[in-house]
Every structure is written in C-alpha cells, then in structure tokens.
C-alpha cells in the first residue's frame, strides 16, 4: 500500500533553513551546503535514492522559488530544464499559474486550496506509489500537524545553525516510534513513523 513519506535535512537545532533565504542563498544565512554535503559525498548511497523514488511530490512555494506575490513566469524552479523528481509536483501557494511541464517527466502543478487538495491530487497521480512531502519545513509542519505523513525520514547534519525555519515549529505534541537509524560523520538518517501507520 503507498504512503505518504517526507526526507528532510536539518541541522542539530532542527532547522532545515537559516533565516533570509534568497535567490543567491536560497538555504539563508549561514548554512551554504552544510545540511546537504553527505548528499554530493555519495549520491548513491540507498538514503540519497530514496528521495526521489515517489509517484508525486508535493512542496511550499518557497522550495520552488525565491519570489512572494504574483508569479514572476519566467522562472521554472532552482533545479534547471531538468528536475530530478521525474514526476508530477504539487507545489502550495496562495498564486495560480498553469501547470509547467518540464523535461525528463516533472511537471510542476500550483495548487492554491490546501494542503489536503494537493494530497488528494497527488495520491491520484501516483497510484500505487508513495506521495512525498519534499518541504520545506513549513510546509512538513502542516503535514505533520494534521497527521498526514506516515513516514518521516530525517537526516541530520552535525551543524547548529542558530535561527530559520524549523522542524515542528507548530505542530503541537506528538509520538513517532523511530524504526530505523544508520549514518556517518557527516549526517544520521533517523527514520520514524507515525504510530498505527500501515507503513
């Protein structure tokens, strides 16, 4: 049975992005590739493969651009021609805009009514395959909040950075029994699941 899993990369403080993410510094402040180094170090390590084995994938606005308002057309997101999801893409945001097909199989779809919508539109387009939660963090909290994601994979770097934006900022008291753990020097991939899931 599919199920709605999220791979996330955060600090030791939880924070998945410093604060003034821009264009130039789309992690913000004082993070650069720290959180994701153990990715380029082995990109086919099982935890990097992982990522991108969904049948949909669902992210905020901010993942997908650096830009507030109306939408500025012209950009196609941070990843080039090519983005590695090579399926559909849900990306949440308060501004429509026709869906942008990209090469290798990712089109991007604007889904401007919530975060259950998205869900809904994504689990119809995977089928049998599992639906992501690609980020960023606010975007998981929503998830997380309303008990929506049935596995959550965290992989930890060994940095502190201070302030951002922050894993369970929100969320409210919850268990997750954790059923897998494995790592290195450079990032601890925790695997958790939310209790009762069918996972």
């Not at 994701?36 to 901010?62: C, L, Q, S």
């Not at 770097?157 to 790592?183: N, Q, W, Y």
Request: proline residues 6%; contains cysteine; negative net charge.
């Amino acid at each position: 049975m599919s199920k709605v899993t999220c791979d996330l990369a955060i600090s030791l403080d939880g924070y998945a992005a410093g604060p003034n993410q821009t264009l130039e510094n789309p992690f913000g402040d004082g993070v650069g590739d720290s959180l994701h180094e153990w990715m380029f170090a082995d990109p086919e390590a099982e935890e990097v493969k992982a990522i991108t084995t969904a049948g949909a994938y669902i992210m905020g606005r901010n993942m997908f651009s650096p830009g507030r308002g109306e939408w500025d057309l012209d950009w196609k997101g941070w990843w080039g021609d090519e983005p590695p999801y090579h399926a559909p893409v849900f990306v949440l945001t308060h501004h429509g805009r026709e869906p942008l097909e990209m090469l290798g199989g990712t089109t991007f779809h604007f889904v401007t009514d919530g975060i259950e919508s998205a869900l809904d539109q994504a689990r119809k387009v995977a089928g049998a395959a599992d639906v992501a939660i690609a980020g960023g963090a606010h975007t998981v909290n929503q998830y997380l909040a309303a008990g929506l994601i049935d596995e959550l994979r965290l992989h930890i770097a060994p940095v502190v950075i201070g302030a951002g934006e922050r894993l369970f900022d929100g969320v409210g008291p919850m268990t997750l029994e954790p059923v897998k753990v494995s790592g290195n020097s450079m990032v601890t991939h925790v695997t958790y699941q939310r209790p009762g899931s069918t996972a």
